[in-house]
């Protein structure tokens, strides 16, 4: 029963950490509060933490075999580049077109934010590796074991962890009334910019894998 707890409290410390830095999820996130308003941008949290909630799972899968299969990882790197490469042309374009367009309030489903969530949440690839990871860790320190009972709180901790960190960004954004027209003004180069860094960094990560293996 100890390592349920440790297994708990671990995994959502991890989760987070994971989401913690400024990112495509929690930057969107922020942003869907700051223009739609605190509802909008809870459930966009919701349904970007429910995918995470199956990317752990797929990281608790692909841990299993990842010494067997380490192509999986590469793959999905190299799928992230091309995603967060187009995520950085899409937001560049987005503020630009904002910048031409007077800002006016308008009327946004709730249920546009919730699947926008899981959008975004599921052509994010890297908490999959990120997870996968974290539960190579815990197995060898004794935390999980790949029993249902403890697949399932950890994943559940997975999404829970991710939750509170992106409440945290909906909220801290939401509360900002006097900054809120300057960040929605230039949110979308803040996310273009972001994205631009997260293809640096996973194209170092594939060179030093390839390097690796070299």
Not at 18 to 44: C, D, E, W
Not at 111 to 132: D, E, Q, T, V
Request: glycine share 8%.
């Amino acid at each position: 029963m100890t390592h349920v707890v440790i297994l708990f409290f671990a995994t959502f410390s991890a989760a987070t950490m994971g989401v913690l830095l400024p990112g495509l999820v929690n930057m969107t996130a922020a942003k869907t509060s700051a223009q739609k308003g605190r509802t909008n941008g809870i459930l966009f949290a919701i349904g970007a933490s429910l995918v995470v909630i199956g990317q752990a799972y797929i990281g608790v899968l692909i841990s299993k075999y990842l010494y067997r299969n380490t192509h999986i990882i590469d793959i999905l790197l190299k799928i992230a580049v091309i995603v967060f490469a187009f995520f950085a042309i899409y937001f560049f374009v987005a503020g630009r077109k904002r910048k031409e367009k007077k800002m006016r309030s308008v009327y946004v489903s709730k249920r546009k934010s919730f699947f926008k969530g899981m959008l975004l949440s599921a052509l994010n690839m890297l908490p999959i590796p990120y997870f996968c990871g974290i539960n190579a860790a815990w197995n060898v320190s004794g935390w999980i074991k790949f029993e249902l009972t403890d697949i399932l709180i950890f994943i559940l901790a997975a999404g829970l962890g991710t939750f509170t960190t992106l409440y945290i960004y909906v909220v801290y954004f939401n509360k900002m009334q006097d900054k809120t027209e300057r960040f929605t003004k230039y949110s979308d180069y803040i996310l273009s910019a972001l994205m631009l860094v997260l293809v640096i960094i996973t194209l170092i990560r594939i060179f030093y894998s390839e390097l690796g293996r070299g």
